[in-house]
Nanobody
Framework: QVQLVESGGGLVQAGGSLRLSCAAS????????MAWYRQAPGKQRELVAT???????NYVDSVKGRFTISRDSAKNTVYLQMNSLKPEDTAVYYC????????????????WGQGTQVTVSS
């Protein structure tokens, strides 16, 4: 099993910045893809950004140029640097990791963090 622990959320004024972190822990696993999702009140959860094992990244159009996803493989940690924040970025942000867990077969499995609240005031 893999556990994801998120941190870095908070309250920030429009135009400000936050950096979210998500640390993965467990035994004998390899991360294939990590991603950040978010869910605003009354809305469906949406995919914000992904980063692959080859460090290829993708972003939803609404955050391109403002958010940057990155990872530190040595620490099994993924980050989401959020700049020029807007009130519409307000949501609970969830970390997701697709991992190969040795001993549980060759296919990757999805794991989720507990979510961290990001609130952007105007």
């Amino acid at each position: 099993q893999v556990q994801l622990v998120e941190s870095g959320g908070g309250l920030v004024q429009a135009g400000g910045s936050l950096r979210l972190s998500c640390a993965a822990s467990g035994r004998d696993f390899r991360i294939n893809v990590m991603a950040w999702y978010r869910q605003a009140p009354g809305k469906q959860r949406e995919l914000v950004a992904t980063i692959t094992s080859g460090d290829s990244t993708n972003y939803v159009d609404s955050v391109k140029g403002r958010f940057t996803i990155s990872r530190d493989s040595a620490k099994n940690t993924v980050y989401l640097q959020m700049n020029s924040l807007k009130p519409e970025d307000t949501a609970v942000y969830y970390c997701n990791a697709n991992c190969r867990v040795y001993g549980l077969g060759p296919l990757g499995r999805d794991y989720w963090g507990q979510g961290t609240q990001v609130t952007v005031s105007s």
